[in-house]
Every structure is written in C-alpha cells, then in structure tokens.
C-alpha cells in the first residue's frame, strides 16, 4: 500500500502559477505510475496528467496542455504539478493518484490510492 498527500493549493489570480507536490509514504514510490486528477464545483472528476514510474513518459489532458507540468522525484517519493497561466477554469480540488498495474494510465478507474486533495482557487 501507498499513502498521498497533496500539498500546495491555495488562492491566486488568473494568469499565476502554482506548483502542487504530492508526497507518498508506505511502499516503494518507483513502484507506482502516478496522476493527478481534478474536480471543479458541479463537475465529475478528471484527468490532468499522468507520469510513468520512471517518470520517463507523460501524459496530459487536452486542456492543461502547454500550461502545466507533471513531474516525480523518486528519491524524495515526491510527484510535482507546475501550472502556469492559471484561469478560473482550473478552480478545483487536485488529486495524486497512484497506480501499480498500468504503464502509464489515464483512466481514472486505474488508480488504486487516492490523496485527499488539494484546493485550487484562481481568481479572474
């Protein structure tokens, strides 16, 4: 087993950046291929970015690409999410997620071991 936490979130103003890192304790970091997800007010949760153990592949929705930044440090059993040019589109609660049976998954039902979340507040 592996346990998240989410840190990082807060409140900014459109156009700002954020980093959120997610930090695992319990089994091996490398063991898990990671994500982050989201859920905004009303809405279902979705998939944001994906990273391969290694951290040697990622992955990312259509609508954070170019904008953010998914990343892992396995000797810190540490995985990062850098979001630049912020909108109030991205207010949400972030979620780490992570996965040991698939390469590199996108699909929310692969994941095993959710964080608790993180808020994310951007102001227009």
């Known amino acids: 087993q592996v346990q998240l936490v989410e840190s990082g979130g807060g409140l900014v103003q459109a156009g700002d950046s954020l980093r959120l890192s997610c930090t695992a304790s319990?089994?091996?970091?490398?063991?898990?291929?990671m994500g982050w997800f989201r859920q905004g007010p009303g809405k279902e949760r979705e998939f944001v970015a994906a990273?391969?153990?290694?951290?040697?592949?990622?992955a990312y929705a259509d609508s954070v690409e170019g904008r953010f930044t998914i990343s892992r440090d396995n000797t810190k059993s540490t995985m990062y999410l850098q979001m630049n040019g912020l909108s109030p589109e991205d207010r949400a609660v972030y979620y780490c997620?992570?996965?040991?049976?698939?390469?590199?998954?996108?699909?929310?039902?692969?994941?095993?071991?959710w964080g608790q979340g993180t808020q994310v507040t951007v102001s227009s």
């Open positions: 997620a992570a996965d040991d049976n698939h390469y590199l998954p996108t699909v929310l039902s692969s994941y095993t071991y």
């Open positions: 319990g089994r091996t970091f490398s063991a898990y291929a």
């Open positions: 990273i391969s153990r290694t951290g040697g592949r990622t």
